[in-house]
């Protein structure tokens, strides 16, 4: 389909629901396909076990009830159990649904800055607000209560609690709420009020009773099964579901990459008036009105629409007025080219949630090009007048016409005459736009615990392996659209194979990140081809440096890099195209968010640091680098042996004009001179039982045979002005942080060439900050080994770059430190990193929340507090997560006034650990809830606290200070005088 975007056209990028035997979309998606009815009818065993020994005359014994009604990830959200248990059971689920939708459009809104609208509506819930309200707690306050009991606060405590900041309303009318819901999203996105917007309803009863009655000409079915439009139809069913949608105006969508399900048209709404038969009657002309109102709004024609998902509620009077209208708004045009269906037909009547849960099987219509049978239908009902129009009841799986763009059209009635019809059609299709980029990536999720990330790696593994999506695209979803919690997980994927995957068993924060520069020796040809190709921004730094080092000296560097060349092994060569690899490397990294902290480099790595560190400039490097290494290329040949062993007795045997080049762990030293002298030392050392290797150069450098080079190399820096550095790093020269002096030195950079690499005492600078991640940034891993070597406790350290013999390429290594980095808490500047690529949001698997059962089916008269201790979790809760984030340490109380304080916040806070330094609102506190834990601090210590002095002292260490002073004088304290009262 040809790219077609009106301004007032709104992409569905979102969606998620629960409905009757149906855990999500997906499940209702195939059970209807299948053409499941989803209602439930109890079994004579059943009714026994819910002490219904005999059945009633005119009782109905079927319910269409959602799964997992009773579950609430509280936690997640930052509730207390106590305010989960009397909390409306829709506004529980409500938060969980629309949270899936969000991660559904592959939006992460803790990092968007987009305004997001909030349009809910939830059934009444007259028996919950009950039993709230004759229930017994001490933690709620009881205002506070009746609000989160309360359906009509549904939106706004869903606004708050997810820092939404656009247009927040609770809609009301009946049973078509959630589709005008969904009109009103889109009338704000169109006025532009906000940039995103959820909408949806949610109906779950909270009653004991099993079934209905059933009466005679009212709306309920008499047999369980909802007949739409068939000439037996009674009525139909109520049942449970949630759904909601997530809208954004279609060309910012486009802009954007985001995955659209559906494209909305148009939307209307209108009311009845009184133009007919009464109040709970619908009305022909209203329904007439609002469709058409929808057909001009949308500029089309009727018979453009292939499929109708009807209001369909199966009552004589209802299916005829709606076939009624329809085909006065098209026009009575009798061609039978438009199928028509209900989804009340397979999981009865969800009022407030009815409209959206059209919606959605609208939407998925539209995505899959397959319209699901409508159950129930043989005969037509005789109030309705298929003849007169072109619809026809689609009674098996219809596979849509090619048109050429697909529509279809959703109703939804409400009782009182509020009407609302919505147009949607199929999306344009994304342009084709290929970016070349490596296979290898890795795909990042988190957790608020172990068990729920554990949980979300086999579900991200069974998508994984389904090839449902892009693998690709999937890691930039998860990248770009999830929040980033403690416990951490990856991926590392190749193509569709999933190489790895690996979970932090604790969650772990690095502090610092330190850069490790390699120096001469671990060069060969095409080395980083592979990143060089695929990464756009690290390309540029090489092409850059490829151009400059020809400039300076005429020389074809590109080919030295990337063709089998032996001369990338003279020294002349090797330093200035390490150099330029390393610096690339790191800018590049930096780039992406990974900027270190503290650099050490060994030898020419130093010199990487030095400039990563702005002691000169990019372009000074090189040239400073091509003398550095042209001279000591120069300089007589010689030869460097490593050797391991004990530091002191290695140097003892050492002979004259030999020279330590460097020492680089306590047990690791090379030495560096004479080729005939440094022969016949390395078999001494055998004869001592040392291990020892020739290096692989042709001079012998950090020795004496550099020294004819010194002055000819001081002349090059003397034209350059050094300054000081701007990221610590570490010297060389003296294995400390370099001063400024030092780094601004002529004479420094002149003696680094001639003095030993002391880079043990180096590492032993850096091994002080114990929290520290190191990355090599080079070719291999020989930095990182010493650093582990040398330290007693085990470190975290990642290589970047694969050398010539290793069997992982560069993007593999690459991508598995980005994943430890992740995992590490070091934050990722993802726009930076697909900036030079082209990526789609895709559908991918949602937060798995954690299954806590809550009471759902209650009876208000049963007057007694809520026993805690019987809530059950499908498994364990980390209560951790309702303290703060990245918690560092825990101060213990000091006195009994402290100790006493922190077993009220404990359980307060339901927390297990509680540090006399946390903030009363970083743990979650409110100023509804400071009323309740105000009190019991003055029950406690026989007080007169205002909640004006918790505010002052937000921590329990502050707080004992006001106590003991307010116990020893045996008064109140001078603030106490202040007003008690709270602004809400």
């Not at 820092?163 to 005008?180: E, F, H, Q, R, W």
Request: glycine share 6%; charged share 20%; aromatic share 10%.
């Amino acid at each position: 389909m040809d790219k077609k975007i009106n301004k007032k056209d709104i992409a569905i990028i979102g969606m998620s629901g629960a409905f009757p035997g149906s855990e999500s979309i997906a499940d209702l998606w195939n059970n209807i396909l299948d053409g499941k009815e989803l209602i439930h009818f109890y079994s004579d065993e059943e009714l026994k076990t819910f002490g219904i020994e005999t059945k009633e005359a005119n009782k109905i014994y079927a319910d269409a009830f959602m799964p997992n009604s009773e579950t609430f990830d509280y936690s997640f959200f930052g509730f207390t159990k106590e305010e989960a248990i009397y909390m409306d059971p829709q506004t529980r689920k409500f938060f969980e649904i629309a949270w899936s939708a969000i991660e559904n459009s592959g939006y992460d809104i803790a990092r968007t800055d987009k305004k997001i609208g909030v349009f809910a509506a939830a059934s009444d819930n007259i028996n919950w607000r009950a039993f709230a309200n004759f229930s017994k707690t001490k933690t709620l306050n009881p205002f506070y209560l009746g609000q989160i009991s309360n359906k009509n606060y549904l939106n706004t405590l869903l606004s708050y609690k997810l820092d939404l900041k656009g247009p927040s309303y609770n809609i009301n009318t009946a049973c078509s709420s959630s589709l005008v819901a969904v009109h009103l999203a889109c009338r704000h996105l169109l006025l532009r009020e906000c940039s995103m917007a959820i909408a949806g309803g949610v109906r779950i009863t909270t009653t004991q009773e099993r079934g209905y009655e059933y009466q005679e000409g009212m709306i309920l079915s008499k047999d369980g099964h909802c007949r739409a439009f068939d000439a037996e139809a009674t009525g139909a069913v109520f049942g449970e579901g949630a759904g909601v949608v997530v809208l954004k105006r279609l060309e910012d969508a486009y802009a954007d990459n985001d995955h659209i399900y559906a494209v909305i048209k148009a939307s209307s709404t209108n009311n009845d008036g009184a133009n007919k038969n009464g109040f709970t009657a619908p009305g022909v002309e209203g329904q007439y009105n609002c469709i058409r109102q929808a057909h001009k709004f949308a500029g089309i024609e009727p018979d453009s629409i292939s499929f109708i998902e009807s209001h369909g509620t199966g009552t004589n009077l209802g299916d005829g007025i709606e076939i009624e209208a329809l085909n006065l708004a098209f026009e009575s045009k009798n061609n039978k080219t438009c199928a028509i269906g209900s989804i009340k037909t397979n999981v009865g009547h969800l009022d407030a949630a009815s409209g959206v849960t059209g919606l959605i099987k609208a939407a998925l219509t539209i995505k899959n090009r397959k319209f699901p049978p409508s159950l129930h239908f043989e005969q037509p009902n005789q109030n309705i007048r298929f003849e007169d129009g072109p619809f026809y009841v689609n009674t098996t799986t219809a596979t849509l016409e090619n048109k050429d763009i697909l529509r279809g059209a959703v109703s939804s009635f409400g009782m009182g005459g509020t009407n609302a019809h919505v147009i949607v059609e199929e999306a344009p299709s994304y342009e084709t736009r290929m970016t070349k980029r490596s296979s290898v990536d890795f795909l990042p999720f988190s957790a608020k615990s172990l068990k729920t990330l554990e949980k979300y790696e086999q579900n991200i593994q069974a998508f994984i392996n389904s090839g449902t999506e892009n693998v690709s695209d999937l890691c930039y979803t998860f990248k770009t659209g999830r929040k980033q919690l403690n416990h951490r997980g990856f991926f590392l994927v190749d193509g569709t194979n999933i190489v790895s995957s690996q979970l932090a068993s604790e969650p772990k924060k690095y502090d610092s990140v330190t850069f490790l520069f390699t120096g001469q020796g671990s060069q060969f040809s095409k080395m980083s081809e592979s990143f060089y190709t695929t990464v756009p921004y690290y390309k540029e730094w090489i092409d850059k440096g490829l151009t400059i080092l020809n400039q300076i000296d005429g020389t074809d560097y590109r080919d030295i890099l990337f063709n089998t060349n032996a001369e990338i092994h003279d020294t002349k060569y090797a330093q200035p195209l390490l150099f330029l690899v390393e610096y690339a490397l790191a800018k590049t990294f930096m780039h992406w968010g990974i900027v270190p902290n503290r650099m050490i480099g060994h030898s020419l790595g130093e010199y990487v640091a030095a400039a990563i560190s702005e002691v000169f400039t990019f372009e000074e490097a090189l040239a400073l680098i091509i003398k550095r290494a042209t001279l000591m290329n120069s300089a007589k040949s010689g030869s460097m042996l490593a050797a391991l062993g004990d530091i002191d007795t290695l140097t003892k045997l050492m002979p004259a004009h030999i020279d330590i080049a460097a020492i680089n762990t306590n047990n690791s030293i090379v030495f560096s001179g004479n080729t005939k002298v440094l022969n016949g030392f390395e078999e001494t050392l055998k004869a001592n039982d040392v291990k020892t290797k020739q290096l692989k150069t042709s001079h012998a450098f950090h020795s004496e045979s550099m020294d004819s080079i010194l002055n000819d190399f001081k002349k090059a820096l003397e034209n350059i002005t050094l300054q000081e550095p701007k990221i610590p790093y570490i010297s060389n020269s003296t294995g400390t942080y370099i001063k400024p002096e030092e780094a601004t030195s002529v004479d420094y950079w002149v003696s680094h060439i001639r003095n030993t690499v002391n880079f043990k005492d180096g590492i032993n600078t850096l091994l002080r900050d114990e929290d520290a991640v190191y990355v090599e940034i080079g070719i291999g891993n020989t930095l990182i080994n010493m650093v582990k070597e040398q330290s007693e406790k085990k470190i975290s350290g990642f290589s970047t770059l694969a050398n010539q013999n290793d069997t992982d390429n560069d993007q593999l290594k690459i991508q598995y430190t980005l994943g430890q980095l992740w995992l590490g808490g070091i934050d990722i500047f993802w726009d930076n990193y697909y900036k030079d690529s082209v990526h789609y949001k895709v559908p991918a698997p949602t937060y798995p929340f954690e299954k806590t059962v809550f009471p759902v089916k209650v009876n208000p008269m049963e007057k007694q507090s809520f026993n805690l201790s019987i809530v059950e979790h499908e498994f364990q809760v980390d209560d951790s997560t309702n303290q703060k984030e990245n918690e560092k340490s825990i101060v213990k109380p000091q006195n009994e006034v402290q100790e006493k304080l922190v077993s009220i916040w404990q359980d307060f806070f339901e927390a297990k650990q509680i540090s006399i330094d946390d903030d009363y609102f970083e743990l979650g506190g409110s100023s509804l809830q400071a009323v309740v834990i105000v009190n019991r601090i003055n029950e406690a210590f026989d007080t007169n606290l205002s909640i004006q002095n918790l505010y002052n002292y937000l921590t329990i260490r502050d707080l004992s200070k006001l106590l003991l002073l307010s116990l020893q004088q045996n008064k109140p304290s001078e603030e106490t005088q202040e007003s008690d009262q709270f602004v809400i």
